[in-house]
């Protein structure tokens, strides 16, 4: 009874949780996922941690083609795709973890379909002088600018 003297209302049945997920978090129980800025760190995709968060937030990352927050889970078939350095990443999740590995056991928990980097450019040939020689006469430099590619003054 309240203490206006009326009935209390019936408490309602709360709703079952279902068994297969977890209570707080929605996620299936048993089944292997992880964050997706922790995992391209973890298997050494990205240097930092801190970094992974920062291109997730910036729109770079992707996972099975819809650009994702830090906090995503990931689990095992997903295709994550990421921008770093210029080009384009495409790695399969073969093995989730949320530690950081060694190189051999970090490659084996992705398989990776980028495509080949571009070649790499080529270097200018630079003109070599005699160590002691000291600086450059005009028609040495004239002669390294002409090498160089640069317009003469």
């Known amino acids: ?6 009935p209390t209302p019936p408490i309602p049945p709360c709703r079952p949780f279902r068994s297969s997920r977890c209570r707080y978090s929605g996620r299936v129980a048993g089944a292997q996922t992880g964050r997706v800025d922790s995992w391209i760190w973890s298997v050494r995709l990205i ?3 801190s970094a992974g ?4 937030r910036a ?3 992707r996972v099975n083609g ?11 078939g997903d295709e994550v795709r990421f921008r770093q350095e210029g080009r384009e990443r495409i790695v ?31 270097a200018v040939p630079v003109a070599i002088r005699d160590r002691g020689a000291g600086r ?5 430099r004239r002669s390294i600018e002409k090498l160089l590619g640069r317009p003469s003054r």
């Open 1 to 6: 009874m309240t203490a206006a003297g009326l």
């Open 47 to 49: 240097k930092t941690r």
């Open 53 to 56: 968060s920062a291109a997730c």
């Open 59 to 61: 729109g770079h990352v």
């Open 66 to 76: 819809v650009r994702v927050k830090p906090a995503h889970l990931i689990r095992a």
């Open 92 to 122: 399969v999740v073969v093995r989730v973890i949320s530690k950081r590995a060694s190189a051999p056991d970090a490659a084996e928990c992705y398989t990776d379909h980028s495509p080949p980097p571009p070649p790499r450019e080529t």
């Open 136 to 140: 450059p006469t005009k028609r040495d």
